[in-house]
């Protein structure tokens, strides 16, 4: 008996992919969730054409912000009452473990919430003219954006594209990552049945070299948003700059945890551990570099590994687990090579660095939370983004010299301080390098702040109540008041 394969949705049509089967696997034991009929570089064409139409339709393009904003807000309705549906489904998915996915959906539902009174609420501006003339600055869709997400949290990622791309009256191509498509299609399903017009969606999982590409070669797409990896990022750009494309990218990170001598040390070890293990470390945003003041680094280390080491790893869908499974064996091979590697370079594993010997997490890809001292900033364990549950631990003796050692990365994305100096605290998150800071506290997200990277880690930002402009064109009118003829032409 031939294996059903999943629809993809071209243009808002749900049909088979032209580009093969593609297997969604459960980290969690190696189980096939299901096998997609993935996109090809011909379907990405089709989506384009109907993109492009639908885009062009006086029914959306004159449809007032308000009428839109429904739509919005019934999306967000439409995933509150799926909630537990899609969030089984993403941990089947990825391997997130369920309390976290759970929060994931929560947060989708409330992107596109937020985007819709931002919409309801959003003004044009009159400028100052000078002369005798009324001048307007108005915004005006793109077109069609392509929207390119990651596997490590596809719902909530999706929702941050997706809900000011149609706020913006545009058309979306979303290309979720191969390795976990699933939810993504279901919430092209939703944005159906919220309704959107037939058209202006498409969810075209695929390989990144073919479909992915295409999205970004493509001669209707107009802007592409893509959050992964920086090398993957930097060709996507080189390829918009061809078009003269704009781009948004969210990138990787190597992100610093502080903890000065001063700082409550229970708050800071449960912020690192939090800021570095949850998610099993693969999150852009992890902090996996940690300097810790001189003075407190060996009773931080101690406490860190012990913590570490007593964190529950397990079955993605048990309540008590802390830390699921890794994406694939190849990644988790990957992580284990970074650990090898640490060791090579002359550090200790203090913590984990080894799978769980439990018998019932043998057939998933796990790995146990790790610690790994005795290396200088300099080390590439130190440098180079693992994506996984990797903590590197390096002493610091100074502001100075912290922030030195902090800011000596290719990265600058996040970054997080523990201390009960504010002022100290305050210096330190200006003086830092990235694109998000957290003082006593780590990973705290919310839809209404503008969230991007420096230097590798991306340009521009998400979210926040300018993120539907990054999915427009701005344009000035000038309306004469003078009613007199310009002189030059007399």
Not at 367 to 391: C, H, K, M, S
Not at 464 to 483: F, P
């Amino acid at each position: 008996m031939t294996e059903r394969l999943l629809p993809i949705i071209v243009g808002g049509v749900p049909q088979e992919g032209r580009g093969g089967p593609l297997a969604s696997t459960d980290p969690a034991d190696g189980t096939t969730v299901a096998t997609v009929a993935a996109a090809s570089a011909q379907d990405v064409d089709l989506a384009a054409e109907r993109a492009a139409a639908a885009q062009a339709d006086p029914a959306w393009q004159r449809m007032l912000p308000h009428v839109r904003a429904r739509l919005l807000a019934r999306t967000a309705d439409l995933i509150e009452a799926r909630h537990e549906e899609l969030a089984l489904l993403q941990s089947r998915d990825n391997g997130k473990p369920i309390t976290e996915t759970r929060a994931l959906v929560a947060s989708a539902a409330g992107t596109f919430r937020y985007v819709a009174a931002v919409l309801e609420s959003s003004d044009e501006r009159l400028t100052v003219p000078r002369g005798p003339y009324l001048t307007l600055s108005v915004h005006e869709p793109i077109g069609v954006v392509g929207a390119i997400t990651p596997w490590n949290s596809p719902i909530a990622s999706d929702a941050q594209k997706l809900a000011p791309a149609l706020a913006g009256g545009n058309a979306v191509l979303l290309k979720p990552a191969g390795w976990a498509p699933l939810v993504s299609l279901k919430v092209g399903e939703i944005l159906l049945e919220a309704g959107f017009p037939p058209g202006l969606v498409s969810v075209l999982p695929g390989p990144g070299g073919t479909v992915g590409q295409r999205i970004v070669d493509h001669p209707a797409v107009g802007h592409v948003s893509f959050t992964g990896g920086t090398s993957t990022g930097r060709g996507l750009a080189e390829s918009a700059a061809r078009k003269l494309m704009t781009t948004s990218l969210e990138l990787g990170g190597k992100s610093p945890t502080i903890v000065f001598d001063d700082a409550d040390l229970d708050l800071a070890v449960n912020g690192v551990l939090y800021g570095i293990f949850s998610s099993q470390g693969q999150s852009c945003i992890a902090g996996s570099r940690l300097f810790v003041q001189r003075a407190v680094f060996e009773e931080v280390v101690a406490t860190l590994a012990g913590r570490a080491d007593a964190l529950r790893v397990g079955h993605p869908r048990d309540e008590r687990t802390q830390m699921g499974p890794l994406i694939t064996a190849r990644h988790r091979a990957s992580v284990e090579d970074y650990i090898a590697l640490g060791r090579s370079e002359g550090g200790e594993v203090v913590a984990g660095g080894t799978r769980p010997e439990e018998p019932e997490l043998s057939a998933g890809t796990y790995l146990r939370p790790t610690v790994i001292t005795g290396v200088g900033n300099d080390a590439r364990v130190a440098q180079e983004e693992i994506f996984g549950p990797v903590l590197v631990a390096i002493p610091f003796d100074d502001e100075t010299d912290l922030i030195a050692q902090a800011n000596d990365t290719v990265y600058g994305l996040a970054a997080g301080v523990w201390t009960r100096d504010f002022p100290k605290a305050w210096r330190t998150a200006r003086a830092l390098q990235a694109g998000q800071v957290w003082i006593n506290t780590y990973k705290q997200l919310s839809v209404a702040t503008p969230f991007g990277g420096f230097k590798d880690s991306g340009s521009t930002r998400e979210k926040g109540a300018d993120a539907i402009r990054a999915y427009q064109r701005q344009k000035s009118i000038y309306v004469d008041t003078g009613g007199r003829p310009i002189p030059w032409a007399d």
